[in-house]
């Protein structure tokens, strides 16, 4: 099962609201299925205009690895060669750092992924959790792993 246009929805309205009552820089948050399918982004006034790939990027990423993006940075310090081979790879779709986070149903099943940009790493993430939580749904984000 994959996660749906209107969970998505609530999703990046979530995540970009509670970006604004934290007082967040702007933030561009995408949504993306199973599959690495971009389903829903917004982005803020004042995002610059890198900032959906980015949030696209950290999103595929997790997915594309299969790993949280506090275990993509694990790898990539202790095999800096390996991360940057697979960033080649993956044309350039996959950060190292918190904002793309797995999206899972109560049963832990996977349904996609969010990732988040715009502020500091950690408020980017903190962010999409509010944003998944906020559509009924479990963020995965490695820091309770």
Known sequence: ???TLDQARTITRAALDHGTAAGFNPLTVAVLDPGGALVAL???DGSGNLRPDIAV?????VLG???TNRAIAARAADSPEFFTSVA????GRILSVPGGVFVRDAQGRLRGAGGVTGDASLNDEAAAVAGIAAAGLVAQT???D
């Open 42 to 44: 917004e982005r803020q």
């Open 88 to 91: 080649a790879l993956a044309g």
């Open 57 to 61: 990027a950290k999103a595929w990423g």
């Open 142 to 144: 490695g820091a309770q």
């Open 1 to 3: 099962m994959t996660i």
């Open 65 to 67: 690895m299969g790993m």
